[in-house]
């Protein structure tokens, strides 16, 4: 089944734990994104990766780090975990520019 | 920078309705525009793509249209049903590469 997979969905840590969120597609799509969800501000874009060791900032990369070392794997790493960063995150990929994307299913992150 | 509203941000209507859901975007350069349904603690559903160059898209009960020069896109929802409840969200996707807007989304309620 083509799908996203996103682990863990569930994630309780304490402030400036190093902590990574891996996302995986079996799609061979060429291009990845990271969206936090925050009520009141929508999802909003924190990383994207246009293909293998290409990767650029959306419009909130602090405090967030990203790699794209395989096509299949862009796992989002946040090297020091802080109570704001504590949201519903996606991963998304596609297969080209504007061809639409497909989500995963969410990891909700909690930072105490 | 590009900007995406939806309104209503919450709308009731009794099954059996039809009824549109609006989106507006401040850019009117967008590469595409894809509709997508969230429900309660879940993931994002695609549910249309449209690209630019394309009027309107249709799926099932439901039909998409897009207006670029005024910056208008319409979800219509034909003969509402309770399945039907859930965030609708939509996603523009504008400047060089993979960058994505999303509203902040319409929360739909169909009461049988």
């Known amino acids: 089944e083509a799908q996203v997979t996103q682990n863990p969905r569930y994630l309780i840590t304490v402030t400036g734990k190093k902590l990574t969120v891996t996302c995986s597609q079996n799609?061979?799509?060429?291009?990845m994104s990271w969206y936090r969800q925050d009520p009141g501000l929508g999802l909003r874009q924190i990383y994207y990766s246009m293909n293998v060791e290409v990767t650029d900032k959306g419009d909130v990369p602090e405090g967030y780090k990203v790699s794209r070392k395989e096509k299949r794997n862009f796992p989002l790493i946040l090297e020091s975990p802080s109570p704001n960063q504590t949201s519903l995150y996606f991963c998304?990929?596609?297969?080209?520019?504007?061809?639409?994307?497909?989500f995963g299913s969410g990891t909700r992150l909690t930072v105490v | 920078k590009q900007e995406v509203t939806q309104i209503p941000a919450a709308l009731s209507v009794p099954e059996g309705e039809n009824l549109v859901l609006n989106c507006s975007f401040t850019d009117s350069a967008i590469y595409n525009l894809q509709w997508f349904r969230q429900d309660p603690g879940k993931g994002l559903t695609s549910l249309l793509l449209i690209q630019s160059s394309q009027r309107e898209q249709t799926s099932g009960r439901l039909n998409a249209s897009l207006d670029k020069s005024s910056g208008r896109s319409t979800l219509y929802i034909a003969a509402s049903q309770p399945g039907d409840s859930a965030t609708y969200l939509c996603a523009v996707l504008s400047g060089g590469y993979q960058k994505v807007t999303f509203g902040t989304g319409t929360k739909l309620q169909v009461i049988p």
């Open positions: 799609m061979n799509h060429e291009y």
């Open positions: 998304a990929s596609s297969y080209s520019k504007g061809v639409g994307y497909t």
